[in-house]
């Protein structure tokens, strides 16, 4: 069984549109995290959730916005995209979120905004 | 959290040790050093962390200076399937896992 999914794998579309990525974790785990990876190939870090309550916001523009609708879940939505927004978009989870716990990471969502 | 200096690349050979260096000079005292990694196309994957003792697991060990201002990992026989970026990580209690740009380990068959 997959620990951290997300779907879709890979998403095209065109500028100004609204999108969404979902992301389920089966580890039990109280945190999740999404982070962006540019075509630079470097990873940081948007948002983490614990407990569906938002305690990460990587000064991440507003028409990104994270939504969990419970501690196994935690999807990205996408208002009126970019083409800077175009990268690779990964989630992962944690148990606990203090920071010691390892993170586990899903296999990525490939988004191009045209 | 402290930063990190890691090569851009190494090579090794298939079977043989892979020692990948990363300097953390400005470590503080309860920092711990993570250490991930990042398959073509994949999802980053932990390997190991410690904070001031040598560690080892299934997959790698970790040598952390008695200064604690470098470590090595380790990566006993290495395989054309642990070429990857590798990720020296440092940090204490933040959630945020801030990766640098990593060594690219390319094993040669």
């Known amino acids: 069984d997959t620990a951290v999914s997300q779907t879709p794998k890979y998403l095209v579309t065109q500028m100004g549109n609204d999108k969404s990525i979902k992301c389920e974790q089966n580890l039990g785990h109280d945190t999740m995290y999404w982070y962006k990876q540019d075509s630079k190939k470097f990873l940081k870090i948007m948002f983490s959730y614990n407990n569906k309550e938002l305690i990460i916001n990587e000064t991440v523009p507003n028409r990104f916005s994270p939504k969990s609708p419970d501690k196994a879940h935690l999807n990205l939505h996408i208002n009126s995209l970019e083409l800077g927004d175009s990268a690779v978009y990964f989630c992962a989870s944690s148990q606990d979120g203090t920071g010691r716990d390892t993170q586990y990471f899903g296999p990525g969502t490939r988004l191009t905004v045209l | 959290d402290a930063k990190t200096t890691q090569p851009p690349s190494m090579d090794c050979a298939e079977g043989r040790a892979a020692n990948l260096p990363c300097n953390h000079s400005t470590i503080s005292g309860n920092e711990y050093v993570y250490w991930y990694r990042q398959i073509h196309s994949q999802g980053p994957q932990y390997i190991i962390h410690?904070?001031?003792n040598n560690e080892t697991n299934e997959m790698a060990s970790l040598i952390i200076t008695e200064d604690r201002k470098s470590s090595t990992l380790i990566l006993p026989h290495a395989t054309l399937r642990d070429t990857a970026v590798y990720y020296c990580?440092?940090?204490?209690?933040?959630?945020?896992?801030?990766f640098g740009t990593g060594t690219r380990l390319t094993v040669i068959p």
């Open positions: 410690g904070l001031k």
């Open positions: 990580i440092v940090k204490t209690g933040a959630n945020n896992l801030f």
